[in-house]
């Protein structure tokens, strides 16, 4: 197949969206949607996103002053308040009223939780660094709540039933979930244990 070189961009296509709620100084809430997160830590568990520091972003320069924030999943059901989020700024407008959230302050950081959304990880900022347009802001997540409707018996969050909404950047849209493809781990597992036993049968190859 024929390879092409692209424009220089960071194809981040496709990542979970998420919703990020913050006290400004006068402990006003605010949010907005983001598309760069990811998980950076499993002990402590932490989470990492990154917020434009060239725009004036609210809820970056709140996050900062606050210590804290909270990172909110969205459903798919929620993709038009989730995408007013991205497009509107809260020095402009009351972003959460418009879209009919309400909130709750998070029980372990000084940062509102939106009660819509139905799995939400209070954080504290640990770590932040500047890189390129970007500050990534680590936080420690010092709290988990989560709708009973999402979790199976064991307390695991079932993405099936929570329907995240994943977002194409390569496109500008909004996809599901998708459909199961394998089983994680296991079928690299049982891949590399196939070869070993090639090679043990024939160990010139
Ligand atoms: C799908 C989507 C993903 C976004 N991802 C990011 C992101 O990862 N980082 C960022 O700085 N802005 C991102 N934005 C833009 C901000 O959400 C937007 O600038 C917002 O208006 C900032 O609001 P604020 O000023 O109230 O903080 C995204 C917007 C959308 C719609």
Known sequence: MAK??????AVVAPTETVIVSAYDAEGRADACTLAFYMVSSHVPPCVTIAINATQNRKTLKSMLESGAFVLGLPS?????????????????????????????PAKTVHAPLINE????????????????????????????????????EK??????????????EE????????????????????FKKKLEERKQESPSD
């Not at 092409?4 to 961009?9: P, Q």
């Not at 038009?80 to 418009?98: C, F, I, M, P």
């Not at 307390?155 to 194409?168: H, N, T």
């Not at 599901?176 to 296991?186: M, N, W, Y």
């Open 4 to 9: 092409k070189e692209l424009r220089m961009h």
């Open 76 to 104: 798919v059901d929620q993709v038009k308040e989730t995408d007013y989020l991205g497009v509107e700024s809260g020095y402009r407008a009351d972003k959460l009223k418009n879209v009919g959230f309400t909130v709750s």
């Open 117 to 152: 959304l139905k799995l939400s990880l209070e954080c504290e900022i640990v770590h932040t660094v500047t890189v390129g347009s970007h500050t990534q802001v680590t936080g420690e997540v010092k709290r988990i709540l989560a709708d009973e409707e999402i979790l199976d």
């Open 155 to 168: 307390g695991r969050v079932l993405l099936k039933k929570l329907q995240p909404i994943i977002y194409d």
């Open 171 to 190: 496109e500008g849209i909004y996809l599901d979930l998708g459909k199961k493809v394998a089983d994680a781990f296991r079928t690299g597992a049982a």
